[in-house]
DNA sequence: TACTTCTTGCAAATCATTTGCAAATAGATT
DNA sequence: AATCTATTTGCAAATGATTTGCAAGAAGTA
């Protein structure tokens, strides 16, 4: 949790017009230092030792998502994934890609997604985000070693 | 339940060598009648009259997906969503689109979505769903009527 | 400093899904 | 058609992630 983050997450609070109270703060802090989306469970992990409530993790979570401060991704079923919106627009996240053999996420910030062809007429999108299966490049050299 | 989605559902059972169970023949049957996809609860709704447990429905839907019979949509957290694998090839799924006045949720099935660019190297997808919010063309109309 | 409202921690509840186990059944064999 | 054996099912109870109720505790304001 360093200086910087705690002043960017006292920011993303101020901004939205939201307390700034300490768990707060180190909730934001987990997900401004994490390079992938982060599970309730693993954010109430990451932040100093037990000292925030399981409850608060998620209640928080949810607050930070109504503000469009966090959102979801979407990868495996039945656990909700959290992370920072700010390196995406508003319409459009970047796609998550996610390991088939050694099961990690990543973020890839630098690819490029086209638009989408020959919607239905009438369909307004809002939001785009495209979730990728397969095997990453640690895991492919792994396998021909 | 039609004759016709029945022996389609014999047909995806033989195939793939599993027993044609009657829990079997009829949650593929509600399957084959979904026009989205569907969570296991709305499943086991759709199944004649509680005719089949709730376990079963669970239980036989993740055969299936073993089988690349279903998969998964990723749509809302925390519940997971069903459909027949047969409109999609292996590797790249229909974009679903979910409406957020409505909350229905529309396979494009017509949808042209070109491939991610500037994947980092090494890279292999296997496979990619892209998943849409926004709102839809009914709920679109509803609001300037 | 006092106050009012929003937040938190704790424990218990909820919801979707999974599991253990004995009884029932599909498909092969006689 | 009856028998047999491995699978599958139904039921009840367990699980895991998330949510909720509520009294005590802080944040920001007067």
Do not use: W
Not at 26 to 41: H, N, Q
Request: aromatic share 6%; with cysteine.
């Amino acid at each position: 949790m360093t200086d910087e983050h705690l002043q960017k997450a006292a920011q993303l609070l101020d901004e939205n017009g939201l307390r700034k109270t300490r768990p707060r703060l180190e909730i934001l802090c987990v997900l401004l230092e994490a390079d992938s989306p982060l599970t309730g469970e693993q954010v109430f992990e990451r932040v100093t030792a037990g000292s925030v409530d399981k409850a608060t993790v998620y209640r928080t979570l949810l607050l930070l998502l109504k503000h469009d401060i966090v959102h979801n991704a979407y990868l495996r079923n039945r656990i909700r994934h959290f992370e920072l919106a700010h390196h995406c627009k508003p319409d459009r996240c970047h796609p998550h890609f996610t390991c088939r053999d050694c099961g990690r996420t990543v973020c890839l910030y630098q690819a490029i997604v086209p638009d989408v062809q020959n919607l239905p007429a009438g369909f307004l999108v809002l939001h785009r985000q495209t979730r990728l299966e397969g095997i990453c490049a640690d895991c492919r050299v792994r396998h021909y070693s």
